[in-house]
């Protein structure tokens, strides 16, 4: 069984899709860390994000790198929304999601291009919405935990910049699959989304 979440940043997908691999008993990838990786090693190799050949040469990166908490950052989550547009860059990462995908038992896979790109054929899929003030408020109460000091005001600012640059990119754009069922987590707990999540996997079942 492949479950595909996909939907933009801080809309909740990721809490989903970890819910529903637990409660499935899949395994699951989520696909914006490797982006993120691909991202903080252009970094780290002080190349470009914005030339497609640098960002390149970043994907081959070590599998020890996805366990760093730097690419939990919204910094890095920027420069990763950077990276994925280069088709390129996409090619490099598709058969790593692809494989992961494949996996006997099934998997849960969250991203932006999953129930479109990776997995068409899966067996169910999530499109996972909230609007930008919502998303802004619970990345701005998230990053205040962790001890920043940043503005709702800038936060939504990116938020927005980043829906724009992954809804208008020409390479796998944010949009959801036509037979995607939509979940939007506006005014839902935690608790109610990954009700509903389930209550929608099962009809598609
Ligand atoms: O989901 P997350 O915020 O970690 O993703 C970081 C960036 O990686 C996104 O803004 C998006 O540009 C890119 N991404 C993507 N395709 C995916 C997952 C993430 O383009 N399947």
Do not use: W
């Amino acid at each position: 069984m492949i479950i595909a979440v996909d939907g933009p940043a801080a809309s909740g997908k990721g809490t989903i899709a970890r819910a529903l691999a637990r409660h499935y008993k899949l395994p699951q990838l989520d696909t914006g860390l490797l982006y993120r990786a691909v991202a903080e090693k252009v970094s780290r190799i002080g190349l470009d994000h914005t030339i497609e050949a640098d960002a390149v040469a970043a994907c081959d990166f070590d599998d020890a790198l996805l366990d760093d908490p730097v690419l939990r950052s919204d910094e890095v989550g920027k420069l990763a929304s950077i990276v994925s547009a280069h088709p390129l860059v996409r090619a490099a990462l598709f058969h790593r999601q692809k494989r992961f995908a494949a996996q006997p038992g099934g998997a849960v896979l969250d991203g932006r291009d999953i129930g479109t790109v990776i997995a068409p054929d899966a067996d169910a899929k999530l499109f996972i919405r909230a609007t930008p003030s919502i998303r802004a408020k619970r990345r701005h109460a998230e990053l205040r935990d962790n001890g920043s000091t940043v503005s709702l005001d800038k936060v939504l600012a990116d938020i927005r910049a980043r829906d724009l640059r992954d809804s208008t990119r020409s390479a796998a754009p944010l949009v959801a699959a036509p037979d995607a069922a939509l979940l939007d987590t506006s005014f839902l707990s935690i608790e109610a989304s990954v009700q509903r999540a389930i209550e929608l996997v099962e009809r598609q079942l």
